[in-house]
């Protein structure tokens, strides 16, 4: 069985965008505006994404899916291995699944709705984000108009 260029090239690829995920996944402190959770449901989306649309062995559920689902959770268990003040999180664990689910809805998506469903995955990851975090916000204080600083 012999493997195309092209498929080695798209497997090289697919590997690049693992590598800069598992980086940034495993970097202690890096923050940004938008919310771990966030950051979560867009990585495992974009590379189940571009994993099933890749014409590779990956673009197959059956292989995908499961080492998605193992990813998410290593990459749970390896953060502590390099920050010993990290912890594994379920909801990180959950945003991650959300964000596999939404990469399979995304790549059933052809045509020109293809761009809208990409937003859509932006609009939707930020809205998960902040609905796994809602606790934390204290949103009951904004509600009755009570801050929630001293």
């Known amino acids: 069985m012999s493997v195309s260029r092209t498929s080695l090239f ?3 690829g697919l590997a690049g965008v693992a590598l800069i995920v598992l980086a940034f996944a495993l970097v202690p402190g890096w923050t940004h505006p938008f919310g771990d959770k966030t950051e979560h449901i867009l990585a495992f989306a974009v590379m189940t994404f571009l994993c099933l649309r890749s014409r590779t062995f990956l673009a197959r559920p059956a292989i995908l899916l499961p080492f998605m689902v193992f990813g998410a959770l ?3 268990a390896m953060q502590q291995l390099f920050s ?5 999180s379920m909801s990180d664990v959950s945003a991650s699944l959300i964000g596999i689910i939404a990469g ?3 790549a059933e998506v052809r045509g020109r709705r293809l761009f809208l469903a ?3 995955l932006v609009v939707f990851a930020l809205c998960t984000n902040w609905a796994i975090n809602v606790g934390r916000y204290q949103l ?3 509600m009755t108009g009570q801050s929630s600083t001293p």
């Open 10 to 12: 798209r497997l090289a």
């Open 74 to 76: 290593g990459i749970e």
């Open 84 to 88: 010993p003040s990290r912890t594994a």
């Open 104 to 106: 399979v809805v995304v």
């Open 118 to 120: 990409l937003a859509g």
């Open 140 to 142: 009951g204080g904004l």
